[in-house]
């Protein structure tokens, strides 16, 4: 009980010195809203590129066509020796097989040109085109192992999966990656150092209070509650107006844009639960950059 009374009485104290010295607090929430709102968009942009980057590598597709003279039982036993490949997708989806005429009917559907030229092809007998399987990969940077793989079946004639291009969006998109990452953690960093400041600026005009606090024999620990619990609440309050503009104004741009950007090419990521994510996000950087801020400010102070 006397813990729970000492711990009530520092978060009531603190929560009242907040207030008493509006002006210096205004400062440190200002400082946590306007660094925690770029550090929001990045995290926005870094999560909205990965989406797209996940989806262009789900959507990749090697086509592996048969010989002409591939027989209907070799056909069919060719699907359970792709699924054996370590790197192919395990759902039925990821492995499709397309024969000769279903090939010709879906480039026929997709224009006039092919229609003219391939209505002449009537049969299986006369179809030149080739029996193919639609085949998804789990990992796209193994591309090339599992393309080797697949050439090594019997029966395969020709395997395309756009080769060389491939292998760029792959380093590309993992440049990407790594840059969006150390953009957010930069941004992170840069908040804690800009709050920490902020706060010590705070703190030293209060130099006074805390030298009263030592005179009368307060312990460096009770000293240092308050102003711990202070930056707390500097870094919850200096949160609200990050979120909400996280809140609305990502919804508001995923509902502008019908959650599309340039077509359907560029999807974004659907705002629950990713807003609420950010939110929670938001607030714990406030919170422990705001009580480390503090912490480490008064500790300064105490050492002298």
């Known amino acids: 009980m006397r813990l729970f009374r000492i711990l009530s009485r520092n978060i009531r104290d603190s929560f009242k010195s907040v207030f008493r010295n509006f002006s210096l607090s205004i400062a440190s929430i200002s400082c946590i809203t306007i660094t925690l709102i770029v550090v929001a968009i990045a995290i926005i942009l870094s999560a909205n590129v990965n989406e797209f980057t996940r989806r262009v590598e789900k959507d990749v597709t090697i086509v592996v066509f048969l010989d002409e003279d591939v027989s209907e039982e070799r056909f069919k036993a060719i699907e359970g020796e792709i699924r054996q490949i370590d790197n192919v997708g395990p759902k039925d989806s990821d492995v499709v097989a397309k024969d000769k005429m279903e090939i010709r009917k879906e480039l026929m559907d997709s224009s006039d040109t092919y229609a003219s030229v391939l209505d002449k092809y009537d049969t299986r007998d006369t179809n030149f085109i080739k029996d193919a ?84 024999g307060a312990s460096n620990m009770n000293i240092k509650i308050p102003f711990i619990f202070e930056g707390l609440f500097l870094g919850i309050m200096g949160s609200i107006i990050p979120i909400i503009i996280v809140t609305y104004g990502y919804s508001s741009l995923y509902n502008y844009f019908d959650g599309e950007l340039f077509g359907n090419f560029v999807t974004l990521v659907k705002p629950n639960p990713f807003i609420f994510s950010i939110s929670g996000f938001l607030i714990i950087i406030g919170m422990i950059v705001g009580m480390v801020g503090s912490w480490r400010a008064v500790r300064k102070h105490l050492k002298i």
Do not use: Q
């Open 133 to 216: 399987y639609h085949v998804k990969v789990v990992d796209i940077t193994k591309m090339e192992k599992t393309v080797s793989a697949l050439k090594k079946i019997d029966g395969v004639n020709t395997v395309k999966y756009g080769e060389g291009m491939i292998e760029r969006l792959v380093t590309i998109f993992d440049v990407v990656r790594k840059a969006t990452y150390v953009v957010v953690i930069a941004l992170i960093l840069v908040t804690a150092f800009l709050i920490s400041n902020t706060i010590k600026i705070t703190i030293f005009s209060r130099k006074r209070e805390i030298d009263i606090m030592r005179l009368v």
